[in-house]
């Protein structure tokens, strides 16, 4: 073990005898809040873009993400 403070709350062994396999797995069709870092510039050409089709931002990084996987795995 590391020399954590925490190490000694830690138990030696652990019981997953009473674990639940998936019980935290999230659906494939969730929608799941990821934080992340973009340049202003994109973030305000995708959020004028969102605003002139009516939609969130978030629909529309949505759709132009799913477009660029769907294109690289075109090019395969």
Known sequence: ????????????EIDFSKAVRGLHDIPAEAVVFLPTSIERSVWEY?????AQKGVSLSHL???VLKRDIEISEALK
């Open 1 to 12: 073990m590391t020399n954590n403070p925490n190490d000694e709350d830690m138990p030696e």
């Open 46 to 50: 995708f959020s004028d873009k969102a």
């Open 61 to 63: 990084l949505s759709d």
